[in-house]
Structures are given as C-alpha cells and as structure tokens.
C-alpha cells in the first residue's frame, strides 16, 4: 500500500523525472533543428565527430591541392599560347628566308626581306619573355625544372617539364643574331628555321599533355572533395523531417509531462479531507 504523506511525494518525484527525461530530449531536438546536424559537437558522439573533423582536415588540405592544380594549369596555358605564337612567327620566317634563297634578288629587296625577317625574329624572344603567370615562366629557360604542382594531399606533385624557346636555345635553335642579308645566309637561317618549326611543334605536344594532366587531376580532385563533403553529412547531418516529427511528439508529452507533475502535486490536498 502506498504511504498517504505530505513530506514524501513520490509521484510527484516520478513525474518530474519523465519531465526531466522530455526536456533533455527536447533540448537535443531543438539543437539538431537549430544547427541542421545530429552531431554537432564531440560530447553529442565522441567517435563520429573526430571522424569527421578528420574528413574536414582532408578536405581543407584539397583546397590547397586545387589552387596548385590550377595555377599550374594557368602557367602551362599561358606557354601554350606564346608557344602558338612562336610556331606561327617562325612560319613566318620560314617564307622570308626561302625567299631570300634566290640569288636573283636586288640588293633593295633583300634588304627588306633582311628588315623584316629581323623584327620578326626579335617577336619571338619578346613573346618568349612576356610568357609568365605569376612569375613562372615555362619557356625562358628560368625553370629549369618546370612546375610541380600538388597531386594530393599526402604532397606528391605533377610535373609539367619547361621547354626553352628562347632564341638560340634548345627548341628554337634560331640565332639571336640570324640574318638573311646574303644567299648563303638565308639558306642557314631556313635551315634553322625548319628545325625550330619541328622543335616547337614537339614541345607544344609536351606542354598540351602536362595541361590535360593537370585539368584531369583537378576534376578528380573536385569529385573527391564532393564524395568526401557528402560523407560527413552522413555522418553529423540531421535528418529534419524526422526531427520535426519528433518535436511534435516531445513537445506533446512534455505537455502531458507537466499535467501529470501537476496532478501529483495536488494529490496530498486530498489528505486534508481526512481532517474535516
């Protein structure tokens, strides 16, 4: 039998509990809502929340892979295009010298041929050297080791070799001092000419695959990013249709809480009638 006292309420101390109980779910609920995630914090779950904060790091570190990724596929663009420009102006030169081959020629016409043949020549070493983004120039000779840009987060790199177009150098074996003023000269100015044509056009092949491998390993490292994002919202996110409907629920049985903490508390106003 229960014991009829006003010093000990024992239901009222059970329905506090349960209240207490609804509260602290509420309360949980209502954070989920309030944040979008089911793991907010590491006292919420220990285990998934450094599991995801490790996700995080990875994909903060592939920011940084990305922005590598992309300023090397800039620089090898930029070469490309001065490159083209080289390949066009030494076709050019091509032309000049063959035509500065015919002994037939009046001194005035091979002295143009001369002029233009030079300026054209002098376009070359300025487009070479004006070939830089943010200070990497592929095509000068001043990086001698070309540029290693990040492949992944553990630090691997992929390379994209420099290839020297200046005058006079490995690809462009055209002198920066060639002329075509005499017959004799013109034909070992068109002789370095084609070889330099052929020179360009390999390098160009060279520098276009290094610009598709670094594209391709930037969309991997996008998709990457994405799967990785998506993981930790598996993880931490909450769902919040479910999370509505358990508020509606919590917020009924807190009401249903607080009705019944308060018919026990007027339960011992009934032992009063024992008095009367």
Known sequence: MALNSVNTNVGAMIALQNL????NELSQVQNRINTGKKVSSAKDNGAIWAIAQGQRAEIGALNAVKDSL??????????LAAGESVSDLLIQLKEKALSATDTSLTSSARSALNEDFKSIRDQIATVVDNAAFNGVNLLDGSSTGGFAALANVSGSTITVASQDMSLSGSVVTLGASSEINTASAATASLALVTASIDNVGASLAKLGTGSNSLGTNLTFVGKLQDALEAGVGNLVD??????SARLQALQTKQQLGVQALSIANSSTSILLGLFR
Do not use: H, M, Y
């Not at 207490?20 to 509260?23: D, F, L, S």
């Open 20 to 23: 207490q109980v609804t509260n």
């Open 70 to 79: 992309q300023r090397g596929q800039s620089a090898v663009d930029v070469s």
């Open 238 to 243: 909450a769902d919040l249709a479910k999370e």
